[in-house]
């Protein structure tokens, strides 16, 4: 059973920083693209970043400058260092990674998941 547990969430007053971090465990052959989207509340779930297995990294508008995303490849750990952040930063924080995983078959496949979310309020 492949597993994203995110962590590190929490409330933070505005213009601070706050790193989180995801961890995938479970059985697979590897991590391939991994990236942190964030629902806000009534709104949709948005996407933030992602970052390649070759160390790529993209961003939404709304996180470039103020959101770096990394990775551990060997710990199986994905981050997001947040800072400068606002009020509209608030929101929970989902990891989302696509694993390669063997098939009974021998065959290996590509699976995306999400793990259950992390929430970051940023208030004073």
């Known amino acids: 059973q492949v597993q994203l547990v995110e962590s590190g969430g929490g409330l933070v007053q505005p213009g601070g920083s706050l790193t989180i971090s995801c961890a995938a465990s479970g059985s697979f052959l590897s991590v391939d693209a991994m990236g942190w989207y964030r629902q806000a509340p009534g709104k949709q779930r948005e996407f933030v970043a992602s970052?390649?297995?070759?160390?790529?990294?993209n961003y939404s508008d709304s996180g470039k400058g103020r959101f770096t995303i990394s990775r551990d490849n060997p710990q199986k750990m994905g981050y997001m260092q947040m800072s400068s952040l606002k009020a509209e930063a608030t929101a929970v924080y989902y990891c989302?990674?696509?694993?390669?995983?063997?098939?009974?078959?021998?065959?290996?496949?590509?699976?995306?998941?999400w793990g259950q979310g992390t929430q970051v309020t940023v208030s004073s």
């Open positions: 989302n990674a696509k694993i390669i995983v063997h098939l009974p078959s021998g065959l290996v496949k590509t699976n995306e998941y």
């Open positions: 970052i390649t297995s070759g160390f790529t990294t």
